[in-house]
């Protein structure tokens, strides 16, 4: 089949067009994390036709996870497989003309730094706040754009960082939670329409960098609750002046200095 047929939908949106999808095609993307956002984001830029995708999950792949984690199948937990490998399976029938290089490994402060080389944009699909940090050093140390994001319940919030310019997540958020001050999808639950509301968000807010329609990104705090039908976006320009991450180049988590304590 034809690139341009295949993509004749989203090259006919003026913002796109045939340029930006040979651009698309050049592109390399990092997803940490293939549990509900990751394997949502995965999917969709799959299907925009973003020339490689490297996944990395540890986790192997339980009932409870289909319910949200919409790439998976029953078929996927009866043969024990990994995420990173079963998404990886299901993404090359859904285009075959993409690179993707799933990869089964724990993410720390070593490890990452090769599983973000090359990468035109990391993709947060975690529920992890220590790894956040960490896609947050390496990505301003490597001045490679992220994307944040986190859903719990039937809410859900993103972010654009974009190195060398602040905010960064740690202007944000100037240190990680004492243990067991955050809720998780177990003590709180989640629904399906929070985590495919933040993927679609994440997912255009990754097609402006990679088509370079920077003017378009929104580099406001984006939240929202479905449930109580609210939406808001939180303007950073007072974050603007840097933290010691992106400002001072002090990368304590990357150097294996910034941990939860037990």
């Not at 975690?126 to 944040?148: C, E, G, Q």
Request: hydrophobic residues 40%.
């Amino acid at each position: 089949m034809p690139p341009a047929d295949r993509y004749a939908r989203q090259i006919a949106y003026p913002p796109l067009g045939p340029e930006a999808q040979k651009l698309l095609a050049s592109k390399r993307l990092t997803i940490i994390g293939c549990g509900a956002l990751g394997s949502h984001l995965a999917q969709s830029l799959t299907r925009a036709g973003v020339g490689f995708i490297r996944i990395i999950d540890r986790d192997f792949l339980e009932i409870s996870n289909l319910q949200r984690q919409t790439l998976f199948t029953e078929e996927d937990i009866n043969n024990n497989l990994p995420k990173a490998q079963a998404a990886a399976q299901h993404l090359r029938r859904i285009n075959s003309t993409i690179n993707i290089e799933p990869i089964v490994a724990d993410v720390n402060h070593e490890s990452i730094k090769f599983f973000v080389e090359g990468a035109d944009l990391i993709l947060d699909g975690t529920d992890n706040m220590l790894t956040r940090f960490l896609i947050n050093d390496i990505a301003v140390s490597y001045k490679t754009p992220w994307l944040h994001a986190a859903c719990l319940g039937a809410a859900g919030q993103t972010m654009a960082i974009v190195p060398p310019y602040p905010p960064c997540l740690q202007c944000l958020l100037e240190a990680l939670p004492e243990p067991g001050q955050m809720q998780t999808c177990e003590t709180a639950g989640i629904i399906e329409p929070a985590v495919a509301f933040v993927a679609a968000l994440q997912t255009a807010q990754a097609l402006k960098i990679l088509t370079n329609n920077l003017d378009a990104l929104n580099r406001n705090l984006i939240s929202f609750d479905l449930w109580q039908n609210h939406y808001h976006e939180t303007p950073l320009d007072n974050l603007k002046d840097g933290c010691p991450c992106c400002r001072d180049g002090d990368y304590n988590y990357l150097a294996g200095k910034g941990s939860l304590s037990d």
